[in-house]
């Protein structure tokens, strides 16, 4: 093999994995292309619009600016990881649905990874901070009131508190 290839080890969803990549590859190309994990958009590929977000090592990371190589004993987790075995959702996934925080769905899986980040933090964010925290993703569709309120109520719920509403 090429000196411009190497052999990259890590876990992807709790699986063993190893792909040999370019060293030139983003990590949003090596689960897409290695792994089929579509869930990992290609957005703006410059970081800017949280598309690709993914869980490395449980912090959210634009998967497109970070170099597949870097990956290397990381723990990597994308939306395909949240469902349960038997298909069930996740928690998250469910307030998305009965929010109605998805439209066209193409930023929906980079929100949710970030909310889980958020999520397992096992912090209570104040609505400021809960915005801060999510203000790193585009959404075209305006969903992001519904977005917020589906993040917001998984939290309050994860914490055992009652969600106040306005």
């Known amino acids: 093999m090429s000196a411009g290839y190497k052999l990259v080890r890590c ?8 792909a040999m990549v370019d060293v030139r590859s983003s990590l949003t190309d090596m689960l897409r292309n290695h792994f089929h994990l579509t869930s990992v958009k290609k957005g703006c590929e410059v970081g800017e619009c949280g598309a690709c977000n993914v ?3 449980g912090e959210a990371f634009n998967s497109c600016i970070y170099l597949a190589i ?3 004993g990381k723990h990597i987790r994308t939306l395909e990881g949240l469902t ?3 298909g069930t959702l996740s928690d998250i996934q469910q307030a998305f649905m009965e929010e109605t925080a998805v439209q066209c769905g193409f ?5 949710l990874m970030t909310a889980v980040e958020i999520l397992e933090s096992g912090k ?4 400021d901070e809960l915005r801060r925290k999510l203000a790193g993703h585009l959404c075209r569709c305006t969903g992001y009131e519904n ?6 109520k998984t939290m309050y ?3 055992g508190k009652p969600l106040k509403q306005p």
Do not use: H, M, Q
């Open 11 to 18: 876990v992807i969803n709790g699986r063993e994995e190893e």
């Open 157 to 159: 719920a994860r914490l």
């Open 107 to 111: 930023c929906t899986p980079g929100f």
């Open 55 to 57: 869980l490395i090592d």
């Open 84 to 86: 349960g075995e038997d």
């Open 147 to 152: 977005i917020f309120r589906a993040v917001k």
């Open 70 to 72: 870097w990956a290397e």
């Open 124 to 127: 209570l964010y104040s609505d």
